[in-house]
């Protein structure tokens, strides 16, 4: 059974940073691609960072460049996400993700995909 439950949402000031964390259970080495996703209330999902988790690559949207990053420790089975620079607009409910995609090699590849597994999220609010 998978599971995947996110930590590390808080509130902080504009400006702060804060490190989320990503527990996984039950992936399978063919459940090859992961993200991070945000939605706030009454906007869309949006993608921050995708990752194909055998080769490593990662591919972030020209919107999350910069301010973001994905790492991994991978005998912990946890996903991580820096996060930088925060503003009020990053405010949101932050999710891990996972699925397969056997075809794909790289993350751009897996921001194309539609994702099968999804933890509960952790709340994150920057404050002005």
């Known amino acids: 059974q998978v599971q995947l439950v996110e930590s590390g949402g808080g509130s902080v000031h504009t400006g702060g940073s804060l490190r989320l964390s990503c527990a996984t259970s039950?992936?399978?080495?063919?459940?090859?691609?992961m993200a991070w996703y945000r939605q706030a209330p009454g906007k869309e999902r949006e993608g921050i960072v995708y990752?194909?988790?055998?080769?490593?690559?990662?591919y972030y949207p020209d919107s999350m460049k910069g301010r973001f990053n994905i790492s991994r420790d991978n005998a912990k089975n946890t996903l991580f996400l820096q996060m930088n620079s925060l503003k009020p607009e990053d405010t949101a409910m932050y999710y891990c993700t996972a699925t397969w995609a056997l075809p794909c090699v790289d993350g751009s590849c897996c921001s194309r995909r539609d994702w099968h597994y999804w933890g509960p999220g952790t709340q994150v609010t920057v404050s002005s």
């Open positions: 039950g992936l399978r080495s063919s459940d090859n691609c």
């Open positions: 990752i194909e988790t055998r080769s490593g690559t990662t």
